[in-house]
């Protein structure tokens, strides 16, 4: 790091939030600082204090929180106590931000070269004859092709990874010399993410400037930091290197940390029971096609799935690997009876189940249920976990009165939740929690197979590694199957016995999972394991 004055220098910083009268500290006694040029990540957890410690930088703390020691110089420039107007000096000139979701940071109802020209104007204090040059100029320098029709689309018109690029392209509207990034790639796939990161890795070196990334990835931390800050609880709890810190790290949290990462770990899924029989779910030469909206008069259609084929056998986990529009969901979806296939046959446990309608299929409900990718969104705010976890029982008819609080006791017991929780509502659960719950929603009417859609994507690491555990537990105590639907390998590698890998719509790879992850025979398989985040550090140790 240069001997110069640092960008960034954070001096004993606390921040607090005022609560029902009391003060509760969320960032306490941390102290670094970021040199021109330099990446810094910040890794922590949920609650570890990092998006607080990015918003005092950026002067944007709410307005129940305030700095109630030490100093934060930006560029030489104490903030810690300034006025409004001094900050919102600071953004966009001095210092740009990278939001966590562009679905919500950008508004839907402009097209995106509006919205970066308002950030050209606000950078420049006033409207000016080149900024639609300047915004197709921005719209290039991110990576984005055809720059002129992405400036007159809106933002459901891109996919996720165009529409980080154009946040991108809003925080170097200003010219910053920083840029926070927040979760900059937390939503997407593996290899958009490598781009997204390279492209950030390539403006950096090429303008100069600091990157700080906020993260719980500590891959993301391993492959693009100088340096790597990690926090817990709101404390600064070591820094350093990251070969330092991920290769020899001195605290315990952070070994905890590292051991939980699946792209860190070696843990690999216990032998199955040997795949014998009937499978007990099988697509046979599976196909869907979509219709789509006709355009300037033609009919056009979307291939959803080509000739897919698999099979799960009772006590295996199967992985269906790829990109988003890989076909992961559609083929879900066909397995759950929700969509029927064009083309193809669909078989559980030996029953052709092809076009079974609604009430055909609800008998097959009882032997495989689903859990669902967000936590939040599974449950329903309004129900106790009680009534959430009975649910269906009380669907099928199956239990009731004592029987269901019986049912609700072990079911809880099960997935290593106190009895306690049953009377309380999902709100008052963490996301880890909350996804303890769903799995014992699905475990109540003792199928014999989960099909699980990125069941951990919205966890912090260590408690992925909790939940694939206890994933792991129920496959070894109740021989149920598993259908594990997920973009990321490094987790994939972890639980799986069978991976299958698909690329729009067509099956490029299957097997078992230690031939796919060691001996991959298809280019993309190749491509999707080069971008698994921490694979640099991995590679260089």
Same mark, same amino acid.
């Given at each position: 790091?240069?001997?110069?004055?640092?960008?960034?220098?954070?001096?004993?910083?606390?921040?607090? /939030?005022?609560?029902?009268?009391?003060?509760?500290?969320?960032?306490?006694?941390?102290?670094?600082?970021?040199?021109?040029?330099?990446?810094?990540?910040?890794?922590?957890? &949920?609650?570890?204090?990092?998006?607080?410690?990015?918003?005092?930088?950026?002067?944007? !703390?709410?307005? $129940?929180?305030?700095?109630?020691?030490?100093?934060?110089?930006?560029?030489?420039?104490?903030?810690?106590?300034? &006025?409004?107007? =001094?900050?919102?000096?600071?953004?966009?000139?001095?210092?740009?931000?990278?939001?966590?979701?562009?679905?919500?940071?950008?508004?839907?109802?402009?097209?995106?070269?509006?919205?970066?020209?308002?950030?050209?104007?606000?950078?420049?204090?006033?409207?000016?004859?080149?900024?639609?040059?300047?915004?197709?100029?921005?719209?290039?320098?991110?990576?984005?092709?055809?720059?002129?029709?992405?400036?007159?689309?809106?933002?459901?018109?891109?996919?996720?990874?165009?529409?980080?690029?154009?946040?991108?392209?809003?925080? #170097?509207?200003?010219?910053?010399?920083?840029?926070?990034?927040?979760?900059?790639?937390?939503?997407?796939?593996?290899?958009?993410?490598?781009?997204?990161?390279?492209? !950030?890795?390539?403006?950096?070196?090429?303008?100069?400037?600091?990157?700080?990334?906020?993260?719980?990835?500590?891959?993301?931390?391993?492959?693009?930091?100088?340096?790597?800050?990690?926090?817990?609880?709101?404390?600064?709890?070591?820094?350093?290197? +990251?070969?330092?810190?991920?290769?020899?790290? =001195?605290?315990?949290?952070?070994?905890?940390?590292?051991?939980?990462?699946?792209?860190?770990? $070696?843990?690999?899924? +216990?032998?199955? +029971?040997?795949?014998?029989?009937?499978?007990?779910?099988?697509?046979?030469?599976?196909?869907?096609? /979509?219709?789509?909206?006709?355009?300037?008069?033609?009919?056009?259609?979307?291939?959803?799935?080509?000739?897919?084929?698999?099979?799960?056998?009772?006590?295996?986990?199967?992985?269906?690997?790829?990109?988003?529009?890989?076909?992961?969901?559609?083929?879900?979806?066909?397995?759950?009876?929700?969509?029927?296939?064009?083309?193809?046959?669909?078989?559980?446990?030996?029953?052709?189940?092809?076009?079974?309608?609604?009430?055909?299929?609800?008998?097959?409900?009882?032997?495989?249920?689903?859990?669902?990718? $967000?936590?939040?969104?599974?449950?329903?705010?309004?129900?106790?976990?009680?009534?959430?976890?009975?649910?269906?029982?009380?669907?099928?008819?199956?239990?009731?009165?004592?029987?269901?609080?019986?049912?609700?006791?072990?079911?809880?017991?099960?997935?290593?939740?106190?009895?306690? /929780?049953?009377?309380?509502?999902?709100?008052?659960?963490?996301?880890?929690?909350?996804?303890?719950?769903?799995?014992?929603?699905?475990?109540?009417?003792? +199928?014999?197979?989960?099909?699980?859609?990125?069941?951990?994507?919205?966890?912090?690491?260590?408690?992925?590694?909790?939940?694939?555990? #206890?994933?792991?537990?129920?496959?070894?105590?109740?021989?149920?199957? /598993?259908?594990?639907?997920?973009?990321?390998?490094?987790?994939?590698?972890?639980?799986?016995?069978?991976?299958?890998?698909? $690329?729009?719509?067509?099956?490029?790879?299957?097997?078992?999972?230690?031939?796919?992850?060691?001996?991959?025979? =298809?280019?993309?398989?190749?491509?999707?394991?080069?971008?698994?985040?921490?694979?640099?550090?991995?590679?260089?140790?």
């Amino acid at each position: 790091m240069s001997d110069r004055q640092p960008l960034i220098d954070v001096r004993s910083l606390a921040v607090a /939030y005022r609560s029902a009268g009391q003060l509760s500290h969320a960032v306490v006694d941390v102290s670094f600082s970021i040199g021109e040029g330099e990446t810094l990540a910040i890794v922590g957890e &949920s609650g570890s204090g990092k998006t607080t410690l990015a918003n005092a930088i950026l002067g944007l !703390l709410p307005d $129940n929180a305030r700095v109630t020691s030490g100093q934060l110089l930006v560029a030489g420039q104490d903030i810690s106590h300034a &006025s409004e107007r =001094s900050k919102r000096q600071l953004r966009g000139s001095t210092i740009g931000l990278v939001p966590q979701d562009p679905m919500v940071s950008l508004n839907p109802t402009l097209r995106i070269g509006r919205q970066i020209a308002e950030a050209l104007v606000l950078a420049h204090g006033r409207r000016y004859p080149g900024a639609d040059a300047d915004v197709v100029e921005l719209l290039q320098q991110v990576g984005l092709d055809n720059p002129v029709l992405r400036a007159r689309q809106y933002p459901h018109e891109l996919s996720g990874g165009m529409r980080q690029r154009v946040l991108i392209a809003i925080a #170097l509207a200003g010219n910053p010399r920083l840029i926070i990034a927040d979760e900059p790639t937390s939503a997407l796939d593996v290899t958009v993410q490598r781009r997204i990161l390279d492209h !950030l890795e390539r403006l950096v070196r090429e303008r100069g400037i600091s990157l700080l990334i906020i993260t719980h990835d500590l891959g993301v931390a391993a492959d693009r930091a100088d340096r790597v800050l990690v926090m817990k609880s709101g404390r600064l709890i070591e820094q350093g290197p +990251p070969q330092e810190i991920l290769l020899a790290p =001195s605290q315990d949290y952070t070994r905890t940390l590292i051991a939980a990462a699946p792209a860190f770990g $070696n843990r690999r899924p +216990p032998p199955p +029971p040997p795949a014998s029989g009937t499978p007990l779910l099988a697509l046979e030469g599976v196909g869907k096609h /979509y219709r789509l909206p006709a355009v300037k008069g033609q009919d056009s259609s979307f291939q959803a799935l080509r000739d897919v084929s698999l099979a799960v056998h009772p006590g295996q986990t199967l992985a269906i690997v790829g990109e988003s529009g890989s076909g992961k969901s559609t083929a879900l979806r066909i397995a759950l009876g929700l969509e029927q296939p064009d083309q193809g046959r669909v078989r559980f446990d030996g029953e052709d189940v092809t076009g079974h309608g609604w009430r055909q299929f609800r008998p097959l409900r009882q032997r495989m249920q689903l859990v669902q990718q $967000n936590p939040f969104a599974a449950l329903d705010p309004r129900f106790s976990i009680f009534d959430s976890i009975v649910e269906p029982l009380v669907s099928f008819g199956l239990a009731k009165g004592r029987e269901l609080e019986q049912a609700a006791r072990r079911l809880i017991d099960l997935v290593h939740l106190p009895q306690a /929780y049953l009377d309380r509502l999902p709100r008052e659960l963490s996301g880890g929690q909350r996804q303890r719950v769903a799995i014992a929603r699905a475990l109540a009417l003792q +199928p014999d197979l989960l099909l699980l859609d990125e069941p951990v994507s919205a966890l912090d690491v260590s408690v992925q590694a909790q939940i694939l555990d #206890l994933l792991g537990e129920l496959q070894r105590q109740l021989g149920v199957a /598993y259908v594990l639907v997920s973009h990321d390998l490094a987790v994939v590698a972890s639980v799986a016995h069978q991976v299958l890998v698909l $690329n729009k719509g067509q099956v490029v790879e299957q097997g078992p999972a230690s031939q796919v992850f060691e001996h991959p025979a =298809s280019p993309y398989t190749r491509e999707l394991l080069d971008a698994i985040p921490g694979s640099r550090l991995a590679q260089a140790s």
